[in-house]
Structure formats: structure tokens, C-alpha cells
């Protein structure tokens, strides 16, 4: 990942002009208070793109139920990725690469909460 300054990202040396869009992913646990506050965090958008992602699907579902709530007067697309345990961490990796892929092009923001 690089760094945004001014309206440019900074990616291996190289600048290259700041997204409007947003690809948000939140990391979230059993406990989405961590998870409610990296959203809250990540400057969410009109138009953003938001990946909630985790092990518990319940958990997933109530973050969902959050940001819609929260953001209903903005324009956003809010999905909820519940990842197998049984899937290797290269999988789940390729996963979430795919779907930023998906919405690109964009900028992304990575929030990983845990469950404190």
C-alpha cells in the first residue's frame, strides 16, 4: 500500500493522483465495537465501496445493520465477507483482492479491529 499526501498517493516512489472513491475493509470480531469505531474512522464517503470482514456471519450482519443505518443518507455499497476458517490465508487474501479489484478504481482504507 502507499500513502496519500495532498491529493496524491505515493505507491513505490511513484505519485499518482488521490481516488474519489473508497474501498473500505474492516476486519471485525465476535465484538464489532472495535469494528463500529474503524468505520466510524475511515471517513466514509458518497459512493465508497465497504467490505465488512470476519468469522462470525451474526456478528457481520449487526456491522452491516450499522452502517447502513449510520450512512443512510450516503450512496454506498455495504457487503458483509464471512471467511471460512477451513479456507487457507492465501485464499482469503486472493478473496479480498479480488473484490477491491472488482471496485477499482479506488483508494483503499484497511481497518482491522479485534474483539477488545
Known amino acids: 500500500m502507499g500513502w496519500v499526501s495532498q491529493g496524491y498517493v505515493f505507491y513505490h516512489g511513484e505519485a499518482y493522483p488521490s481516488m474519489d472513491k473508497k474501498c473500505i475493509i474492516i476486519g471485525a470480531g465476535i465484538n464489532i465495537t472495535p469494528a463500529r469505531l474503524a468505520l466510524i474512522n475511515s471517513d466514509v464517503n458518497d459512493?465508497?465501496?465497504?467490505?465488512?470482514?470476519?468469522?462470525?456471519s451474526d456478528a457481520l450482519k449487526a456491522l452491516v445493520e450499522f452502517a447502513r443505518q449510520v450512512y443512510q443518507d450516503l450512496s454506498i455499497d455495504v457487503k458483509p465477507i464471512t471467511i471460512s476458517t477451513q479456507v487457507s490465508l492465501v485464499d482469503s487474501v486472493s478473496t479480498l483482492r479480488g473484490i477491491i479489484e472488482s471496485n477499482a478504481p479506488c483508494d483503499v482504507v484497511i481497518g482491522i479491529a479485534g474483539d477488545r
Open 47 to 56: 459512493g465508497d465501496f465497504i467490505a465488512l470482514v470476519g468469522i462470525s
